[in-house]
């Protein structure tokens, strides 16, 4: 079935080193993943995207690696800040005819950065 | 530019009640979906609507239902109220019509709790 999981439910590191958090997914016609960030008392904020016709894309400190033969997604955080402690959803989105407000998420991860 | 609102925050209601919340989105947005999110099932898909028309709904009860107005404001209703359906409800908003990617932009959510 569709489902979008995460490998790890906790993750802790220390401040200034870099973060990977890992996300499987089962839906090979999912064509657009997207990794959130939501803080304690927050909704979710929108990290970064990308589609599956990339395998890399990189932001402000942030990567995102897709493995389609494998179906894996993952997200990197360079040189990690107290600032990015949080719980990290991946999402895929399956929407069709045009639907875009249909992500299915993964359960979470949770980042605690240690000082 | 401010971001997405719901009202209200926080609430508490008794088995047996309906309730209603309410989603403001982005300005400009177009697009209003609703999610809920409980530590068990993680944030969950309930419905998506663009130009008044729900586009596209996710694996919930009938009790669970929704509109959108022709400002984009949105409502979600909850009906014959059950313990399992203690959540906090996300309204998310995007830019974007049918097709592009799929950024969304959650406001902070309503907590539900019913005793």
């Known amino acids: 079935g569709e489902s979008v999981g995460l490998h790890l439910p906790t993750l802790s590191v220390q401040e200034g080193d870099n973060s990977i958090i890992n996300c499987a997914y089962s839906n090979s016609a999912s064509d657009y993943f997207i990794w959130y960030k939501q803080e304690s008392g927050k909704g979710p904020q929108f990290i970064i995207d990308i589609r599956s016709n990339m395998d890399k894309r990189q932001g402000q400190r942030v990567t995102v690696l897709l493995n389609k033969t494998v179906k894996h997604l993952s997200l990197q955080i360079a040189a990690t800040q107290p600032g990015d402690s949080a719980v990290y959803f991946c999402a895929e989105n399956i929407g069709y005819g045009g639907s875009q407000g249909n992500l299915i998420f993964g359960k979470g991860t949770k980042l605690s950065v240690k000082p | 530019k401010a971001g997405v609102t719901q009202t209200p925050r926080y609430l508490i209601k008794t088995r047996g009640q309906q309730v209603t919340l309410s989603c403001s989105p982005i300005?400009?947005?177009?697009?209003v979906s609703w999610y809920q999110q409980t530590p068990g099932q993680g944030l969950q898909f309930l419905f998506e609507?663009?130009?008044?028309?729900?586009?596209n709904k996710g694996n919930f009860p009938g009790r669970f239902s929704g509109r959108q107005f022709s400002n984009s404001r949105s409502e979600m209703n909850v009906s014959t109220l059950e313990l399992g359906d203690s959540a906090l409800y996300l309204c998310?908003?995007?830019?974007?019509?049918?097709?592009?990617?799929?950024?969304?932009?959650f406001g902070e959510g309503s907590r539900l709790t019913v005793l």
């Open positions: 300005s400009g947005h177009r697009s």
């Open positions: 998310a908003s995007s830019p974007r019509g049918a097709g592009g990617s799929g950024e969304l932009f």
């Open positions: 609507y663009f130009s008044e028309t729900q586009r």
